[in-house]
């Protein structure tokens, strides 16, 4: 059955390290490149047709291997690129809430309510995303697609598709890829539903 499959990215060199992940060029570890080989045979199946990233160095790792274990197209869409964290890029939680306390505080209670500094509004972040997917589902609910997102794009696309009160951006603990048949009620009503926007 055709459906639309969100992956993404696996253990990198940051995650591993407690770091927040934007913008900066990091790649995934040892053990990323076999979630991802994992996944890569969980999708060998059904495979998509037509895989969507970033030209982010981690969405392009994570596309190479898929690459080499599923037979798929690969095309580059830059409005799924992870959300810039600007200043906070590269910080732990420690370094975060010692550097920015008073922001921190208010991201952790409403991250909507907080652009990081020198970074992207979330909102806007998740506008992005939005239209993105969007423009992808289109006419395309003949054929298995997927994304490939950093934590938090990927976290927000889930909000999308899943049509569902944004889900804690802090929590990324379905860091695997998550699969929606076409014919699901809430990802057409969701698609629906942005278009008219």
């Known amino acids: 059955m ?13 995650s591993l390290a407690g770091r927040m992940i934007g913008r900066s060029p990091v790649s995934m570890t040892d053990r990323g490149h076999e979630q991802v080989l994992a996944w890569a045979g969980a999708m060998e199946k059904d495979p998509p047709v037509v895989v969507y990233s970033s030209d982010e160095v981690a969405s392009v790792q994570v596309v190479k291997v898929l690459e080499k274990h599923v037979h798929m197209k690969r095309k580059e ?24 306390p008073k922001i921190y505080k208010r991201w952790c209670d409403d991250p909507f309510s907080v652009c990081p500094p020198e970074g992207e509004e979330f909102t806007l972040a998740s506008d992005r995303i939005r239209e993105a997917i969007v423009g992808l589902v289109g006419d395309r609910r003949d054929r298995t697609l997927a994304v490939v997102l950093g934590p938090f794009a990927f976290v927000l696309a889930r909000s999308v598709v899943e049509r569902s009160p944004l889900i804690d951006l802090q929590d990324q603990s379905k860091a695997e890829p998550l699969r929606y048949p076409w014919l699901n009620e809430k990802v057409e009503a969701s698609a629906s539903a942005a278009a008219r926007r």
């Open 2 to 14: 055709a459906s639309f499959i969100l992956i993404p990215w696996p253990e990198t060199t940051w």
């Open 77 to 100: 869409l830059q409005a799924l690129a992870e959300v810039d964290v600007g200043l906070w890029d590269g910080l732990t939680t420690v370094e975060l809430k010692r550097r920015y």
